[in-house]
């Protein structure tokens, strides 16, 4: 999975939801949601110091990947469930960050 297809897929989502948002349907009149996602989609993403993203697919698969070096994705671990929200711990350390993901 390419870092293009991952920011494709994140912009696609913005649009689904900048559009439901503005034709004024309520969450309510919207039922089971009925978006397919091909296989390997984003499912969960986090940009870390502006530097990293952290992205879950829908393979249950945790990436980190770092936008500043050649080597992309620094790396990779299953998951078991679904990603629902992070917290970053910095520390003022500038080499370390702690990353505390829930699902």
């Known amino acids: 999975m390419s870092l293009d297809h991952l920011l494709h897929q994140s912009r696609m ?9 503005s034709s004024g349907t309520k969450r309510s009149q919207l039922g089971q ?4 996602a091909p296989p390997n989609s984003v499912i969960w993403i986090k940009l870390v110091r502006s530097r990293f993203l ?7 698969v945790l990436d980190l990947w770092d936008l500043e070096t050649t080597v992309k994705c620094v790396g990779s671990c299953s998951v078991d ?8 711990e910095d520390e003022g350390d500038p080499h370390s960050t702690g990353i ?3 699902t």
Request: aromatic share 4%.
């Open 13 to 21: 989502l913005d649009k689904v939801e900048a559009e439901s948002r």
């Open 33 to 36: 949601p009925t978006i397919r």
């Open 54 to 60: 952290l992205i879950q697919s829908s393979e249950r």
């Open 81 to 88: 469930g679904i990603v629902d929200g992070a917290v970053v």
């Open 100 to 102: 505390f993901v829930s």
